[in-house]
């Protein structure tokens, strides 16, 4: 059973222009959720989060979104950069603030943007 | 700073033979320490965590083991591999809340 679902593959952007990846999940106990983005040969690295009392937190190029009454969240970038070509993972955990990590991960989205 | 090694970062073995993969993480103390595994076409999965040394928490019932000697070193074996443990293996650490930090991974086929 796959409690945190991204089911789009991948994406292709232009350079420029928004990229809007999102993230679906079952489990409404999840409290806090987390974007991660993996480089080729690269373990993932931690991109931005959101705790599930917020509706919206913002980064610089990122921001992530959460709709809690749709179970959706969504990580938008703009502008979108040939550098930002990764995958990207959402993840997330019923456990924010507990003793260990226990992050629940989707498969993945694989940005590509186009110079 | 903190860092995170991961050996080897890939592997081919056969079927029946045994698998040890050791990470060590590099400047802190006391780390919770995980393995996660990406199978094709599957998100990362939680394979074991630790919150110190011997104490191994197992969240999937399968072929492989954990073990933390050490404070900052975390061993993933089996006995004897399947074909389904072929896969991409992540170490990761952790603490006080911080995010999850991973190393580069380890992709095994086992043949």
């Known amino acids: 059973d796959q409690q945190v679902k991204q089911n789009s593959p991948s994406l292709s952007v232009q350079e420029g222009r928004i990229s809007i990846l999102n993230c679906d999940y079952t489990n409404s106990m999840f409290d806090y959720f987390l974007w991660y983005k993996k480089y080729p040969a690269e373990g993932p690295t931690f991109l931005i989060s959101i705790s599930s009392i917020k509706d919206k937190n913002e980064d610089g190029r990122f921001t992530v979104f959460l709709n809690k009454s749709a179970k959706h969240l969504s990580l938008h970038i703009v502008p979108s950069q040939p550098g930002d070509s990764a995958v990207y993972f959402c993840?997330?955990?019923?456990?924010?603030?507990?003793?260990?990590?226990?992050?629940?991960f989707g498969t993945g989205t694989l940005l590509a943007v186009q110079p | 700073s903190q860092t995170i090694h991961q050996w080897p970062a890939t592997l081919v073995q056969p079927v029946g033979s045994p698998l040890s993969l050791e990470c060590t993480v590099e400047g802190t103390s006391n780390p919770n320490l995980y393995w996660y595994r990406q199978a094709a076409g599957r998100g990362l999965q939680l394979l074991f965590y630790?919150?110190?040394?011997?104490?191994i928490s197992s969240e999937v019932p399968q072929n492989l083991s954990a073990s933390r000697p050490q404070d900052r070193q975390f061993i993933l074996s089996s006995k004897k591999l399947l074909l389904s443990d072929s896969g991409f293996y992540l170490c990761?650490?952790?603490?006080?809340?911080?995010?999850?930090?991973f190393g580069n991974g380890t992709r095994l086929t086992v043949t």
């Open positions: 990761a650490w952790d603490r006080d809340n911080s995010p999850l930090h």
């Open positions: 630790s919150v110190g040394i011997g104490q």
């Open positions: 993840a997330a955990t019923t456990n924010y603030g507990g003793a260990t990590n226990k992050l629940i």
